[in-house]
């Protein structure tokens, strides 16, 4: 079958990867994508948002399955359109409706959600632009630190921890005064939880679910921890503090009534479930909800998947995921990631990519790459991950730090530590 991935970054270019291996894809196709995908299928030059482009595009090349990558489009609702539309109701589209998404695209919506459906989570208020004041109040009966979340769609940057009542004031008025534009039109105040967070990822068809290998990704730019929040510098998987007893937990406690949730408000929903999470004093509960799969972690969860990952997809098409059963990699997984200079600031693209050649046992996943004047440069924040297995953590971690250290760019950065505190 001809598949089409929309998107342009590193979970786009592992979902290629893994894709590519499938002897049910005949033809494979990325929109936008980057320079790695480009050697693995046919890079389009189409915004996933275009719809009546990525349409056309469809229908010209006889696309018989789309699995979308980011976010926007399935919270502006690409399943929809294709659901309305006489020309594409039978393409099938990897991807919640739009009603669906809103679990990523709405933060009061996924917090509504979990009360609703008993999910443990933080406790929190809402709060909109004509009620700054109430607001305000109500950060002052608080104990700090203190989580501020747009409601919307921020790109990522829009959840803040403040360390005093002071800060989470001025925030909580800057970010209803439209510091995030629209993201931030309602503001989700949070309890803070003290723990170690961990990535569940669970495929459904909306009825049943089969849940992937779990995963860590590391937010903050700084070794140790320290600094901005980022798109992520690394991942590793399996967390090794994830145990079985933990997991059973997550299941019982939360992917099940997440996907019954999901069934009883009757939302179209075939594809992924990303939760975030957090285990505090042993027990488990959710940050947020997404509605794709996460980045960087798509770069530890699908290298260790050893099932046909396009049998699996059609498994939820078919209504046949039940007979479907997961296979893990027993070895461990993780993903160094080479940022731009400055990122996740002001940084600056077209900078040469050099000593990709010398990579050896790592695979390159290109995230924010493109091809200039027949040269590899970089076009985003970030550029590469370096993915490696090992039958340890220290000894996949090494590998992948190892090999960040063959790649040169102009301004290159990247954690040394991904992997090495497990």
């Given at each position: ?26 033809r ?31 229908l010209?090349n ?6 979308v ?32 998404a809103?679990?990523?695209?709405s ?42 979340k ?45 723990g ?5 990822f ?40 994830v ?14 009534p997440t996907?019954?949730?999901i ?60 007979e ?32 990709l ?46 090999n ?19």
């Open positions: 079958m001809n598949i089409l991935i929309l998107g342009s970054g590193g979970r786009e270019h592992a979902f290629a990867w893994k894709i590519n291996q499938s002897p049910l894809c005949d494979l196709y990325i929109a936008p994508g980057n320079a790695g995908t480009a050697h693995l299928g046919a890079n389009a030059p189409l915004s996933p948002t275009d719809f009546p482009a990525v349409k056309k595009f469809v010209e006889e696309i018989e399955m789309v699995v990558g980011p976010e926007v489009p399935l919270v502006e609702g690409i399943w929809d359109y294709f659901a309305n539309d006489e020309h594409l109701k039978d393409v099938f589209v990897v991807g919640p409706s739009q009603a669906g809103q679990l990523e695209g933060k009061a919506f996924s917090k509504k959600f979990m009360a609703e459906y008993g999910i443990p989570t933080a406790g929190y208020r809402e709060f909109s632009g004509e009620e700054v004041e109430e607001g305000v109040a109500y950060l002052a009966t608080q104990t700090p630190p203190i989580v501020l747009a409601d919307g769609l921020a790109a990522g940057k829009g959840v803040l921890i403040l360390p005093t009542i002071e800060k989470a004031q001025r925030e909580l008025r800057a970010m209803l005064g439209g510091k995030f534009g629209n993201a931030s039109s309602r503001v989700v105040i949070e309890e803070f939880l003290d170690i967070e961990f990535s569940v669970v495929l459904t068809d909306g009825k049943d679910y089969k849940i992937l290998p779990v995963a860590k990704d590391y937010k903050r730019i700084g070794e140790g921890d320290k600094g901005l929040n980022t798109g992520g510098m690394g991942a590793v998987s399996p967390p090794p503090f145990t079985k007893e933990l997991m059973q937990k997550v299941e019982d406690r939360i992917v099940k996907i019954d949730g069934r009883k408000r009757e939302m179209n929903y075939d594809g992924f479930v990303f939760i975030g999470l957090i285990r505090v004093g042993g027990e488990p509960y959710v940050i947020e909800y997404n509605c794709r799969m996460g980045d960087p972690e798509t770069e530890v969860v699908l290298p260790r998947l050893e099932n046909d990952l396009v049998e699996l997809l059609l498994s939820v098409r078919d209504g046949k995921l039940t479907q059963q997961i296979i893990e990699s027993e070895n461990a997984a993780v993903t160094v990631f080479l940022v731009s200079g400055g990122y996740p600031e002001a940084y600056e693209k077209g900078k040469e990519i050099k000593g050649e010398h990579i050896k046992d790592s695979i390159i996943f290109h995230a924010g790459t493109t091809v200039k004047d027949g040269k590899i440069v970089t076009n985003g924040g970030r550029v590469l991950a370096l993915t490696s297995y090992g039958t340890t953590f220290a000894e996949a971690a090494s590998l992948s730090t190892l960040a250290g063959l790649v040169s760019f102009e301004g290159k950065n990247f954690r040394k530590d991904i992997g090495f505190d497990l």
